[in-house]
């Protein structure tokens, strides 16, 4: 079945720090991938997606490259602020091809990133 | 757009008592979904509908859990009779489909902290 895995966290920079989330995928097909943050009290929202090979996923000084070769999708962001101390959860979602799992995401157990002015 | 609506956004209640949450998809989405979220399991799907109809409900825990979607506005989680060990964050997320959208995003709700003591 489909399993995303991400790093183990806590995850505890200091501001202007750069950040790395690691995020590797199991999936059948081409899966399109995601980054969704959770701040504190609130419910996750979508930071960026990718849906094919090779593209990139930016918002918000964050990027994500699909990278098929590797099952790889890797969140990046040069220069962290204490305002992006939250959770970062990766998944993927099968799409149309997923059949009966279409629209469904599977997640990763979350990384918990603390930014320290 | 008001995004997804969840009510209440916290509940505490004692052991045998029945608990309904509620949730208001963002108006045009074709998918609802019912996550629970707690330290130790992370986040998981519960169930999930398209159209109003449930589609995948392997996630529910074990019978005290029901979820339905009389209308394309309107869904409800159920827990009776609740125990302590269903204390959770829930949250409700919903989903353009992806034939109409061309993305398959999840927006999520805001969460009801559940305390069941």
């Known amino acids: 079945g489909n399993s995303v895995t991400q790093m183990e966290g806590p995850v505890t920079l200091s501001e202007e720090a750069f950040l790395t989330i690691n995020c590797t995928y199991t999936a059948t097909g081409y899966p399109s991938l995601f980054w969704y943050v959770q701040y504190p009290g609130e419910g996750l929202q979508l930071l960026l997606k990718a849906t094919k090979a090779d593209d990139k996923g930016s918002n918000k000084g964050f990027e994500a490259t699909y990278r098929k070769e590797t099952t790889s999708f890797h969140l990046e962001k040069g220069s962290v602020q204490v305002s992006d101390s939250a959770v970062y959860f990766c998944a993927l979602s099968k799409g149309p091809a997923g059949g009966t799992s279409y629209g469904k995401l599977t997640f990763g157990q979350g990384t918990i990133l603390t930014v320290h002015p | 757009d008001a995004g997804v609506i969840q009510s209440p956004r916290h509940e505490v209640t004692e052991m045998g008592q029945e608990v309904t949450l509620r949730c208001k998809p963002i108006?045009?989405?074709?998918?609802l979904f019912w996550y629970r979220q707690t330290m130790m399991r992370g986040l998981e799907l519960l169930i999930y509908?398209?159209?109003?109809?449930?589609?995948?409900d392997s996630g529910m825990p074990e019978d005290r859990f029901s979820a339905k979607m009389p209308n394309a506005s309107f869904s409800t989680l159920k827990i009776q009779p609740s125990e302590p060990r269903d204390s959770a964050v829930y949250f409700c997320?919903?989903?353009?489909?992806?034939?109409?959208?061309?993305?398959?995003?999840?927006?999520f709700g805001p969460g009801t902290r559940l305390t069941v003591l």
């Open positions: 997320a919903s989903s353009p489909s992806i034939l109409a959208s061309g993305t398959d995003t999840q927006y």
């Open positions: 108006s045009g989405h074709d998918y």
């Open positions: 509908f398209n159209n109003n109809v449930p589609i995948d």
